[in-house]
């Protein structure tokens, strides 16, 4: 049995697309023959706090769906403030750094990027140590974090680049969520060996839920983190409620300001449901309309997870975020289409929905689409070539 190390910022029991995806791939390398071991935070995601269950703690190794996960300590911060998140990723380093230095590692290891700094120190320990490295790269930063306004161009952003360009120099083999990471990296190092990993989701899907419409409100979900990059507290303040109620799932830094918006505007029918997991957010989903996937700023190579994941739920989306995503949505007719971050296009597009377009027929056609289309076994097999 081959060994195999993945190293992430992010892993269940954190929430979110980037778990999600990890997990996925571990599980999925695991079933088909591989020993995997998880390098990662206590966990912290969203909230910036450790969870309850593994406080006071500076390291936890456990076995979980057979795979190996090592924890390890880190200062956990969500805060604003660039000194103290530079510092939590810094100490989650430094906790690296400890264990790759005292711990015999597998010659294959997949590393997560972003966070860049880790994904960096990441690559300089283990390229010593004559490892095969895989970078897996899900957005790219620091061009993102320059998209979103994280940051401006400055010393930082020069210092983070060469970061960049070192990892992707060093790697044996990248893999990339979008065509546009892909090009990115190749505009760098054009004969870099690639591989295009989206995250498709890997569970069984579930039959389409029908939904009387007839004189009804379009049900419009969105669940998900509630962070700055969604902009979920803009939407809620620039939705126009006339043929829509809007329900909300999910946690993070706009969050309090969501929850006081709803609690100042019960004319508007906007509900706040919490926190759920995975699997009980595939279970009410299927009770909804339409799925918003919302970005402030289109943000190059980004493509939203909750594309392929609503997809295959059968469940329509309307996509206000630009780029690859937009282009996916198009192609293979998942839903509707507005232009990121112009809010007055987006309440034209709902206004002019037909309800028809919502039925069990076309949640059925649209979750055939799916499965041809985003199979998470059959790109797993890619990457097993490639490997």
Not at 339 to 365: C, E, F, S
Request: proline share 5%; hydrophobic share 40%.
């Amino acid at each position: 049995m081959k060994a195999l190390l993945i190293i992430t910022h992010y892993f269940p029991p954190e929430i979110g697309a980037a778990s999600n995806r990890i997990f996925q791939l571990a599980r999925g390398l695991q079933n088909r023959g591989f020993k995997v071991s998880v390098l990662t935070p206590l966990p912290n995601y969203p909230n910036g706090k450790v969870f309850k269950a593994y406080q006071g703690r500076y390291r936890q190794t456990s076995r979980e769906d057979g795979l190996l996960v090592h924890r390890l300590w880190l200062y956990a911060s969500n805060s604003k403030n660039t000194l103290l998140r530079l510092w939590s990723m810094l100490s989650y380093s430094i906790s690296l750094i400890w264990y790759v230095l005292w711990h015999r590692l597998p010659n294959t290891v997949i590393i997560q990027s972003p966070p860049l700094v880790v994904a960096f120190t990441s690559v300089v320990f283990l390229r010593s140590k004559k490892r095969r490295l895989i970078l897996n790269v899900s957005d790219l930063w620091p061009l993102a974090g320059l998209e979103l306004g994280a940051f401006k161009k400055g010393l930082s952003y020069r210092l983070l680049k060469t970061l960049e360009r070192y990892n992707y120099k060093q790697a044996d083999l990248i893999l990339g969520q979008s065509q546009e990471i892909l090009s990115h990296i190749h505009s760098i190092f054009p004969e870099k060996a690639t591989v295009l990993y989206r995250n498709f989701p890997d569970f069984q899907p579930p039959k389409p839920v029908d939904r009387p419409m007839a004189n009804a409100k379009i049900k419009l979900v969105y669940a998900g983190l509630l962070g700055v990059a969604q902009g979920i507290y803009t939407l809620c303040q620039a939705l126009d409620y006339t043929k829509i109620e809007f329900h909300i799932y999910g946690a993070g830094s706009e969050q309090a300001r969501i929850i006081s918006f709803i609690e100042n505007h019960p004319d508007k029918d906007l509900v706040y449901h919490g926190e759920l997991t995975r699997v009980e957010l595939h279970k009410v989903l299927g009770s909804y309309d339409l799925g918003i996937i919302p970005l402030r700023h289109r943000i190059y190579g980004s493509v939203p997870s909750k594309l392929f994941e609503y997809a295959r739920l059968g469940l329509p989306v309307l996509y206000f975020g630009g780029g690859e995503g937009e282009t996916l949505v198009h192609r293979h007719k998942l839903g509707w289409v507005a232009k990121a971050g112009d809010y007055a296009h987006l309440n034209r597009v709902i206004a002019n929905i037909d309800p028809a377009k919502l039925d069990i027929r076309h949640k059925r056609t649209l979750q055939g689409r799916a499965l041809d289309h985003f199979d998470f076994t059959q790109q797993l097999q890619g990457l097993l070539t490639a490997l």
